[in-house]
């Protein structure tokens, strides 16, 4: 079966530094998503994209963080200049069309320090 | 905004009996239900979902219930297992508005042998 794939598994960075994670979603897949999961806490929708282009953020999703899908596989979340607060296990979804269930990768731990 | 409230938070149950959890959406425009179950360090993983123009749906051992009218969505979940224990998050949808996920608190089921 396949599935989402992300990249990497851990990712330790020093507050104020970029950090880019990754994701392969399913091949067929046209909408995408980043989500976040604040450790032993719910998970929060951050962006959702299609069509090449932002669908809709949350809150959450300030200037500091950016998605692209710079070719025909990846679908990357970039934050700027990470802070403490950033700190926290990040999803990545794919669903083929609308109606259709969204299917989540194994997600990247990122640590601030 | 959206909102998901999800109870009980943490919810003991013994091997064989049945497990209740119950979520209520503020989005009258949600059109699509999954639950899915996180176990520790893990992706949520989808185990059932319900249309809303559905108002039960059974796979096995698992069923969800959906009251459109009073915006109440459950999971029902018999004979329960030890490999059940798990974190369990209902989520409601409004797939024409982009689809994201907005998820309950999460419920921690801890099935005792």
């Known amino acids: 079966e396949p599935e989402v794939t992300q990249t990497p598994s851990h990712q330790v960075t020093q507050m104020g530094q970029e950090v880019i994670l990754r994701c392969v979603p399913i091949?067929?897949?046209?909408?995408f998503y980043w989500y976040r999961q604040i450790l032993g806490q719910k998970v929060e929708f951050l962006v959702s994209?299609?069509?090449?282009?932002?669908?809709?953020k949350s809150e959450i999703f300030d200037d500091q963080f950016s998605v692209e899908r710079p070719d025909g596989s990846n679908f990357t979340l970039k934050i700027r200049s990470t802070k403490l607060e950033d700190s926290a296990m990040y999803f990545c979804?794919?669903?083929?069309?609308?109606?259709?269930?969204?299917?989540f990768g194994d997600g990247t731990r990122l640590s601030i320090l | 905004g959206e909102n998901v409230e999800q109870h009980p938070s943490t919810l003991s149950v013994q091997e064989g009996d049945s497990a209740v959890i119950k979520c209520t959406y503020s989005d009258s425009a949600s059109n699509y239900f999954p639950w899915y179950k996180q176990e520790l360090g893990k992706r949520p993983q989808l185990i059932i979902d319900?249309?809303?123009?559905?108002g039960e749906k059974k796979d096995q051992r698992i069923a969800v219930t959906l009251n459109k009218t009073a915006k109440h969505f459950s999971l029902h979940i018999t004979e329960t297992q030890p490999e059940d224990s798990a974190v369990y998050f209902c989520?409601?949808?409004?797939?024409?508005?982009?689809?994201?996920?907005?998820f309950g608190q999460g419920t921690e089921l801890s099935v005792k042998p």
């Open positions: 091949s067929n897949h046209l909408y």
């Open positions: 989520a409601a949808v409004v797939y024409n508005q982009g689809g994201k996920l907005i």
């Open positions: 994209f299609y069509n090449n282009e932002i669908s809709e």
């Open positions: 979804a794919s669903r083929r069309q609308a109606g259709q269930p969204q299917h």
């Open positions: 319900i249309r809303s123009n559905v």
